[in-house]
């Protein structure tokens, strides 16, 4: 909620959502309502901070040079989608996009088969889903003993 608000005083407007979800049981809430923000500052902490929510954030661009630098502008970069019915574009976007994970024409929930790696200020390296799981939840020594 703070996120949503910061984001609201910095001039992103709030298109759905943007409130708890707080039945008759629980009136503080347990849920927060999935969040739709519109902003094009990249320096709204909605496009710049990175909301582990059911929060997105819409932004315009004029090109795909603008679409793929507003996306780098952040200095997370845990996952990516592009949608495009453009080859070219998706290629440039794979090669372009600073994200530890990029899905075209997909959403980003992971696939166990896949690692789930972040770069930048996200996540912490090494996947921690998939093939690279024991590297995750492992550290690897070397142990010289003479005798």
């Known amino acids: 909620m703070h996120l949503v608000r910061a984001a609201e005083l910095e001039g992103a407007t ?8 707080a039945p008759a049981k629980s009136p503080d809430g347990l849920f927060f309502e999935p969040t ?3 902003s094009d500052d990249p320096e709204n902490p909605a496009v710049r901070d990175e909301i582990f929510g059911p ?10 040079a603008d679409a793929l630098e507003s996306a780098n502008a952040t200095s ?6 592009i949608f495009t019915d453009r080859l070219d574009f998706a290629q440039r976007a794979m090669n372009t ?7 075209v024409n997909h ?3 992971p696939d166990d ?10 996540g912490l390296g090494t996947g921690s889903v998939g093939p690279s799981t024991l590297d995750f939840y492992t550290t690897e020594h070397a142990a010289y003993l003479a005798g």
């Open 36 to 38: 739709l923000l519109a």
């Open 97 to 103: 996009l600073q994200t530890g994970m990029i899905h």
């Open 113 to 122: 088969n896949m690692p789930f790696v972040g770069i930048r200020d996200s």
């Open 76 to 81: 997370y970069g845990l996952t990516s989608a």
């Open 55 to 64: 929060v997105l954030t819409l932004t315009r661009y004029h090109t795909d």
């Open 14 to 21: 709030v298109l759905t959502g943007g409130q708890r979800h």
């Open 107 to 109: 959403g980003t929930a």
